[in-house]
């Protein structure tokens, strides 16, 4: 999506506030005991409460209404009957739309206890989306933006999952731009429209290089095995850099 009225945008800040909101409800949520259906659920709730449909559901018959990962699971994990424990790494998306405009929004979030290793790359992975957040702008290449993160990846040795790509968003969950590299590419001579909706959603990890697919035709695992985190943000290209929609408030 291209905006070029200013409804436009506040349908998306709506939206982006809808889905920012439920997911940080849900991290908060997080506790060992409780199964990833029940947390779920809250974000189910909540969407529901605000008159915003999940996305996943809606547009690919997804079996939940929000995205949970649990640690080996990096993306598109199923909510179920799996116990979060203390020490789990747990990844929540969420995506909705609501009048007409869709979001999306994810983040690693940590139960205690964990890891030293985990924190740093947890703060890291925010880090690196934000780096690549400051590569949008109207007029800016959109390979700029894996170039970044690619630069600030390898220089803290650190790897990048290579075929989860950010993407347009803003009318449907998945649209032009379709791939948007969040990893160093050759040969992508795109540049970034004044007003364009996009995600920026890097994957950062300890040694892992692809997503490869489970058997339930939707988690996705590393490979090779190793931990990985993921932060997004919905943004939106202007003259004056990217505008985050994807905000709690």
Not at 31 to 59: F, K, N, Q, S, Y
Not at 186 to 201: A, S
Not at 220 to 243: D, F, I, K, S
Request: proline share 6%; aromatic share 6%.
């Amino acid at each position: 999506m291209t905006i070029t009225q200013e409804d436009e945008l506040d349908g998306l800040k709506a939206i982006g506030r809808i889905v920012a909101n439920t997911m940080q409800a849900m991290g908060r949520a997080l506790e060992p005991g409780m199964t990833t259906r029940e947390l779920d659920d809250i974000g189910r709730a909540l969407l529901d409460r605000d008159g915003a449909v999940p996305a996943p559901e809606a547009t690919y018959d997804f079996p939940g209404a929000t995205c949970v990962s649990v640690n080996e699971e990096i993306a598109h994990g199923i909510p179920g009957p799996r116990v979060i424990a203390a020490g789990d790494l747990v990844n929540i998306d969420v995506s909705a739309s609501k009048d007409g405009f869709f979001a999306d929004t994810g983040a690693s979030f940590r139960v205690p206890p964990v890891a030293a290793s985990t924190d740093r790359l947890c703060r890291d992975g925010r880090r690196a989306m934000q780096v690549g957040i400051a590569q949008v702008g109207a007029g800016k290449p959109l390979a700029g933006i894996g170039r970044a993160i690619g630069r600030f990846a390898s220089d803290r040795g650190y790897t990048l999952i290579r075929n989860l790509a950010s993407h347009g968003v803003g009318r449907s969950l998945h649209e032009y731009p379709e791939e948007i590299a969040t990893w160093p590419t050759t040969g992508d001579r795109r540049r970034i429209d004044k007003g364009l909706v996009l995600t920026v959603e890097p994957f950062l990890s300890h040694g892992g290089l692809w997503a490869r697919d489970g058997h339930d035709g939707w988690t996705l695992y590393a490979e090779p095995a190793a931990p990985v985190v993921q932060y997004e943000h919905t943004v939106v290209a202007t003259a004056r850099g990217a505008v985050v929609v994807t905000l709690p408030g």
